[in-house]
């Protein structure tokens, strides 16, 4: 006895391969900047913790406040496939702008602005209730 091979099994390999590069454009989808200039005025000095997630990365950080002005951002961590060349630029960016709206590196922009939204968040906490 013969068995006729359905058509719809040639199917089922290019339907998962369509799938999985559907779910990996959306895990890649852009991260929003949630970032603004920093309202220096309300500042508390200290040591402070931030971190993000944004598609396919995520940063965890230290922010240094003194004398009201953000003076040291250490990257604790900061998963990236492509984007660590971000980390020590925007980090720069950052404090010689205080501000965390800042431009992102080119070829790492959703590292630049998962790292600008884990210091906000960071800084978040350092304003008084």
Known sequence: MYRVKKHSDGLRPFMIGALLIGAMLLGCAQTPVIGAPVDHARLKDGTYEGSYRGGPNKASVQV?????????????????????KAETAIVERII????????AVSGATNSSRVIMNAVQNAIEKAYPN
Not at 64 to 84: C, F, M, P, S, Y
Not at 96 to 103: E, N
């Open 96 to 103: 010689a702008h205080q501000s965390t709206k800042v431009d």
């Open 64 to 84: 240094t406040i003194k004398d009201n002005n953000i003076v040291n951002i250490e990257i604790l961590q900061h998963q990236a496939w492509r984007g660590k």
